[in-house]
C-alpha cells in the first residue's frame, strides 16, 4: 500500500509524488529485480526486511501507518481504547475475506495471534510485538477486543505491523510450510501468491474480489497489475543490466557505481525512499568477552574514521549515522550528532587501560595470551547494500589503528537463531523496521526484546527506562527519555551505528505508483505500480 510515493532525486529524506503522464490502466506484468530472496515468507516468522514488503502482497494488517505517524482504518474500520489503555477494541470490515473463501473476521484475528503465542520458537520477531498481551477476545464476529498486561504506547504501531498481518486461518492448520511461500499461504492482499521457484523467483497475481485497501492508498479496488514477479539478482551488476537491457521492469538495491547509469537518464527513473527507522548498526553484546569490557567497546566505537569509511564505500549516497535511530525520524536524538567516533588516540589509551598491551606477529593486541578478538555474525540472507564490505572496511582500519580483531563470520539464519536463543552472540549488525522509536529500542536493548531475551544480566537501567518509554503516552515526556536512551547506548558502547539505509530504486519511465510505505520504511507492495503500455 503507498503513502509515499517516489521521485526522481537522490538521496531525498522522504520521496514526493511521482509525475503521472496519463491516467492508470489495468492489466500487464511487472518484473522486479531484487537484492535478497525471502529467507520466510510467513510474515509471522520473517524477521528480514527485504521480504516484509514481499510479503506486504498477500498480507493486510488491522491498522494502517500514515506518513505524518498517526494510524488510519485497513481490515478495522475503527476502534477505542479504555481509559487505563490496556483493552483496545476493534471493529473489523465484513466484507473481506482470505483468497482461499475463508471470512476474515474476529475468530481469524484470535487465529493468528494464537499461531504465534503457540510457536513461540519460531514466531520471536511477532511474538515480541505481543510481549503485554493478556488476551484476545471475540466479542462478535465483527468486533475483537486486544487486553494487555499493561499499557504500551507501542501497541498501535505493532497492530500496523506486516509481522501481524492474517493469514487464513485453513492455512494455519495446516501441514504445508509457510516459511516456504508458494500458494499454500494465503491472505486478505491484493495478490494471491501463485508459484514459487526457490532461487529464480516468486510470482504473484492478482486478487479480482481486493475491495478493501487503506485509505491512504491511491486508489480501492483490485490492483491495476496483473501479475508481478520478483526475481532474485543478489549481483548488482547483474541487477543493472537487467534493467538495462530490458529483462527487468524495476530493480533496488541500485549501487552507487550504477546511479548514473539511471539517475536522469531518458527512459528511466531513479527513485529514494526515506529513512525513518533505524540505522545500520553493529549491536554489540555487551555481556560477552571481551566486550564486557566498556573500555572495549567504546575503542571498537572510536577507533576507525567511520565518515571516511562510510563515504568511500556508498560515494554521498547515504548518511553517517549517530543513533541506531533513523535520522529522519522524529524521536531521533540529534545531540548525538559530532558526540562519538573516530578518536584514535583515545581508543587507544582506553585498551592499554584495560590492560590489552601486548602484541602478537600479526600486530592484534593481546591479553593473557589471547586476542582481542570480538566477531560480527551476519546471516547471508540478510546482506545487502555493501553492508559486507563496509564491515570489512572497519575491520582493516581498527586492525591497523588499535590492534582490534573484528572477524566477519557470514552464517545462516539457523546459525544465528541458535546463538539468539542461546545468548552466545557478539555482534549482530542489522537495521530493524519498527519505526516507533520505543518499540525499537525495546526490540533491539530490552531485556525481552529480540536480541537480549536470552541473555539474564542485561543492563537494569537501560530495561528500566525502555520499559517506562512503552508505558508514556506519546509525547513530550516520552521523547526526552527515547533521547536519552539513544544517548545511553551509544555512550556505553551497546551499539555502533553506522549509516543511514535508504532504498535505492530504478525503473523503466513507463512504471507508474512507486512508493514506499512508512511502517516498513522500505518500498511498498505492487498494489499500485502500473505499467504505461504505450511507453513500454
Not at 10 to 36: E, F, M, R, Y
Not at 288 to 297: H, T
Not at 389 to 415: F, H, K, W, Y
Not at 422 to 439: E, F, K, L, R
Amino acid at each position: 500500500m503507498l503513502s509515499l510515493t517516489a521521485c526522481n532525486q537522490t538521496n531525498s529524506a522522504q520521496a514526493a509524488p511521482q509525475s503521472v503522464a496519463a491516467k492508470p490502466v489495468s492489466g500487464g506484468t511487472l518484473t522486479w529485480g531484487v537484492t535478497t530472496e525471502p529467507a520466510c515468507f510467513d510474515p509471522h516468522r520473517s524477521s528480514q526486511q527485504n521480504a516484509f514488503w514481499v510479503i506486504r502482497n498477500y498480507v493486510d494488517s488491522l491498522i494502517y501507518k500514515q506518513r505524518d505517524g498517526s494510524y488510519s482504518p485497513w481490515l478495522a474500520k475503527s476502534w477505542s481504547v479504555s481509559d487505563d489503555g490496556k483493552t483496545y477494541t476493534f471493529n473489523l470490515r465484513d466484507d473481506v475475506h482470505f483468497s482461499d473463501g475463508t471470512p476474515f473476521d474476529a475468530q481469524a484475528v484470535k487465529a493468528n495471534f494464537d499461531y504465534i503465542i503457540a510457536n513461540a520458537a519460531t514466531t520471536s520477531a511477532s511474538l515480541s510485538l505481543l510481549v503485554h498481551l493478556d488476551r484476545v477476545e471475540v466479542v462478535s464476529p465483527s468486533v475483537v477486543r486486544i487486553v494487555l498486561k499493561q499499557a504500551d504506547s507501542t501497541t498501535l504501531e505493532s497492530l500496523s505491523s506486516v509481522k501481524l498481518g492474517f493469514i487464513s486461518p485453513k492455512a494455519l492448520a495446516s501441514n504445508h510450510d509457510l516459511c516456504g511461500g508458494g500458494p499454500g499461504i494465503v491472505g486478505t492482499g491484493p495478490f494471491v501468491f501463485s508459484a514459487y521457484q526457490r532461487g529464480q523467483s516468486a510470482t504473484f497475481t492478482r486478487n479480482p474480489d481486493y475491495r478493501w485497501a487503506p485509505k491512504a492508498a491511491q486508489h480501492q479496488g483490485p490492483a491495476w497489475l496483473d501479475k508481478v514477479v520478483y526475481r532474485f539478482l543478489p549481483e548488482a551488476s547483474v541487477r543493472t543490466g537487467a534493467l538495462s537491457s530490458g529483462q527487468v521492469d524495476l530493480i533496488e538495491g541500485v549501487q552507487p557505481t550504477d546511479t548514473s547509469v539511471f539517475d536522469h537518464v531518458e527512459g528511466f527513473q531513479f527513485l529514494t525512499g526515506p529513512s525513518a527507522t533505524t540505522s545500520f548498526t553493529l549491536n554489540v553484546n555487551y555481556t560477552a568477552w571481551p566486550a564486557n569490557d566498556v573500555r572495549v567497546r567504546r575503542a571498537l566505537r572510536d577507533g576507525f574514521d567511520l565518515d571516511g569509511i562510510v563515504k568511500t564505500v556508498y560515494l554521498g549516497t547515504v548518511r553517517r549515522a549517530w543513533s541506531n535511530i533513523g535520522p529522519d525520524n522524529p524521536d531521533y536524538a540529534k545531540t548525538l550528532q559530532g558526540s562519538w567516533g573516530n578518536r584514535i588516540a583515545e581508543a587507544n589509551h582506553l585498551l592499554d587501560e584495560a590492560g590489552w598491551t601486548t602484541r602478537d606477529s600479526d600486530g592484534f593486541r593481546t591479553k593473557d595470551g589471547k586476542r582481542l578478538t570480538i566477531e560480527v555474525g551476519y546471516p547471508q540472507p540478510y546482506i545487502r547494500d555493501s553492508r559486507d564490505v563496509l564491515i570489512r572496511a572497519m575491520q582493516s582500519a581498527l586492525r591497523q589503528n588499535v590492534g582490534l580483531d573484528l572477524r566477519l563470520r557470514v552464517t545462516t539464519p539457523g546459525e544465528f537463531e541458535s546463538e539468539k536463543h542461546t545468548g552466545v552472540w557478539s555482534i549482530y549488525p542489522n537495521t530493524d523496521n519498527p519505526s516507533d522509536v520505543a518499540m525499537e529500542l525495546w526490540d533491539m536493548l530490552g531485556d525481552q526484546g529480540f536480541l537480549y531475551q536470552a541473555i539474564p544480566k542485561s543492563d537494569a537501567t537501560l530495561t528500566r527506562k525502555i520499559n517506562e518509554a512503552r508505558r508514556l503516552p506519546v509525547g513530550e515526556p516520552r521523547r526526552k527519555l527515547l533521547g536519552e536512551i539513544q544517548q545511553y547506548a551509544v555512550d556505553q558502547g551497546y551499539i555502533v551505528p553506522l549509516y543511514a539505509p535508504q532504498y535505492h530504486l530504478a525503473a523503466k519511465s513507463s512504471v507508474h505508483g512507486i512508493g514506499f510505505e512508512p511502517e516498513l520504511d522500505g518500498p511498498a507492495s505492487a498494489y499500485e505500480l502500473w505499467v504505461d503500455k504505450q511507453g513500454g
